[in-house]
């Protein structure tokens, strides 16, 4: 078996190349119909995905559970630190160290930024990142990507917004690193001043040469994007409640917003009220889509790096 | 494949036509080998079960699970609310809407009645309502009456008591419901003053010309009865203390009781005090069966919708 | 099928003759291929296992499901009295019934002593007992005995010594019953003076004619044994937190205590800082081989004792 995917593990979207991401969506788009119930696989039979979740999150773990299991392998797990041996004063080591043991992969969620990196450095499975802190997420990155190919056709010669909170949102960092891999891509950061995006991820994208714009408000860049990217803005970022209600509007989604315009609007998701509910219904509409193309990409990454691992290798 | 069972989902026993109850018995009845593990079956390989419990539930919930199993499929899901993006705000639709991307049918228990059919007119994968607040909780009704039908041989002709706390209790007007849907059966309602069946239910038996007495003490209706359904009594339902301890023993079963008599005992269980244990080891105690027969009624039920429905069909 | 292994039910190690240890151990070691994930298999496939744990334990639990899965089943159950009707007012005992008829096999955590054995005498599965309070957790020993077995070739003939906790820690009891049943060992009981080996297993020990020496520190027998058995000490255990500091550092083990020696380091897990991590990268550590071993030993018990169950002889 040839590896065209050489990563042992999947911490950073940084680490990857365009090839590499590229073959990710590939197979992602080759599992659609075992990931749709329209066809059995039984690809990881017997296979066991080790879930470590030290803080919780539903719709990564589930969506990992169900890609693991459309797949014919199984799951185990913890789903926050108080249901698991740390809580007794384990080390995450010792932890991580138990999981290898019992598991063919790990699939790891920590409030600290390094702590996947750190557990693939001392276990021989591999090990993927569903979110550090205010890290990485990778996978999501994957299934954002995933959508915007599947929904435009491309990703190249793409004019992509992305709004709301784009200091603290670990999905908006890794995505606008991502966008730096394809060709002519030309990006838009819509946020208020005390939640624009860090200078690192700036730097980054001067380096590459990728055009970007900062503006405060959708109604800017409306009429000129592909694709708008709305994340949640907590107020508890916002030291003044007033600051706060004045801001917000600004940076909601509706349905006459978008009037005759040929945009998708996508969304991590959970939202609260960012986009209103009256986009659910409309061709715009692709955050319902993105939610289940977690399936076909999770699918994807967790049967590549399962088969790619030598362990693995060793049945056949 | 004809579709003799209609319903996409189940939401209320009173969708039921007897036909579709007969149905789900008779189907439930040919996967007894198969919920006793004498057999094995691949009939939902690959399939996905989505567990969304707002409200927890360890009976309905383990035995949906085991009943997926025995299937062949698998399960994710929640197990409360607060294990879930609800508590970040998300609303029960978005939430739903991810579910329905990642599961090929929904189980639904919330505190709130109508939450499962508001959640079945906005997905497209079948629902089920596993109990939603003082409303139905079908599913629980359909295996009471397989039990009587598989421990009596029949459930026309039957005189069924209900003894207990009639008025909050959501097993027994669906059981009512139900029970209106067969001949020549005669219902004797056992309560306490403050805890008799609502005049809703007592409205729908009169409209269908089904006889019932109300009385408030099991002795009166223990010589006439083929069924005692007996449910617990909570004493926080009583204002005033000394009126529950003062009532309290005219529903408590044991075996002196029924001694001699030719009556079949039956509880949703979990009971507290309301059936003495004396009955455990008598043959009255049909109990133990009835929770047993939650695994082949909801097999057959899961097998039923998955089957049914069009996403599925497109595999054949 | 001839029956060679008897017990319905895994309840105390004190129930095994040394022929039913060895059976188990065999068994154990022809499964390590499945356990490694290199060979695939469908033993139990359709059966369930009911995991019942009224009191939290990841490692176990873990543990447990990887097992099943291993083997082609899949799993139900609890990980707290939290979660389940026992909370509600349930008897133990019917929540074992409704477990029962649901499950192939159930596996009990509970912090009384003797609630195994209780619920073994009702039900018609196998149990096995995965811990109770101060009392037994067999399956740990016959993980202990497979560890030394496995890295060092027998069992017989050794000099092995438990550290730390020997007045609380059950893991160590249950060893010390089980070494009784091999010849010429030799067996060294290293603890503070609050928590000596109890006078029960010595008593036992003494009738068996097992030689043992009690020592206060692992210098005094460090150059004598095969097998450093550590366990944690708990502070809690100290009414004098100084008396807890002084004699602390008598038990713990690290690198530089076991240069040049032929010793191997085995820990129930999870440690604290009773083995110094400088051990993790030596030829001494068997403690994280140890954890894995749960996974082939307890794939040994579920299928033996599923497979002997009557209930399921029935399929053949």
Redesign the interface.
């Given at each position: 078996m040839i590896k065209i995917f050489k990563l042992k593990s999947i911490i950073s979207i940084k680490d990857f190349e365009r090839k590499d991401i590229d073959y990710i969506l590939d197979e992602a788009s080759k599992l659609e119909d075992?990931a749709?119930?329209?066809?059995?696989?039984d690809e990881l039979?017997?296979?066991?995905l080790?879930l470590m979740f030290f803080e919780?999150s539903?719709?990564t773990r589930?969506?990992f559970?169900?890609s693991m299991?459309?797949l014919?392998g199984?799951c185990?797990?913890?789903?926050s630190t108080r249901?698991?041996?740390v809580s007794?004063?384990?080390?995450i080591?010792?932890?991580a160290?138990?999981?290898e043991?019992?598991?063919?992969a790990l699939v790891i969620r920590h409030e600290l930024e390094g702590v996947s990196k750190f557990i693939s450095d001392i276990v021989d499975v591999p090990v993927i990142n569903a979110g550090d802190g205010a890290g990485q997420h990778p996978t999501q990155t994957l299934l954002d990507l995933y959508t915007i190919k599947k929904e435009i056709g491309q990703i190249d010669n793409l004019k992509i917004a992305l709004v709301g909170d784009l200091k603290f949102g670990r999905t908006v960092h890794s995505l606008s690193n991502a966008l730096g891999l394809y060709d002519n891509v030309e990006l838009y950061f819509v946020a208020p001043k005390e939640l624009k995006m860090p200078q690192e991820v700036l730097h980054d994208l001067n380096k590459k040469n990728i055009p970007y714009t900062e503006v405060d408000s959708i109604e800017e860049i409306i009429d000129k994007v592909d694709v708008l990217y709305v994340t949640r803005i907590q107020k508890e970022r916002f030291g003044d409640l007033d600051e706060y209600l004045k801001i917000k509007g600004a940076y909601i989604v509706n349905k006459k917003m978008l009037e005759g315009k040929d945009v998708i609007v996508m969304h991590p998701?959970?939202?609260?009220d960012e986009i209103a509910?009256d986009l659910d219904n409309t061709k715009h509409n692709k955050y319902?889509n993105q939610?289940?193309n977690?399936?076909p990409v999770r699918m994807a990454i967790l049967k590549t790096l399962i088969k790619n691992n030598p362990?693995?290798n060793?049945?056949e």
């Open positions: 075992i749709k119930s329209k066809e059995c696989c039979k017997g296979k066991i080790g919780p539903t719709r589930l969506s559970e169900t299991k459309r014919g199984n185990i797990g913890i789903e249901s698991c041996s007794k004063g384990e080390s080591a010792d932890t160290k138990m999981f043991g019992y598991s063919d998701l959970p939202r609260i509910t319902f939610a289940f977690a399936v362990k693995w060793h049945m």
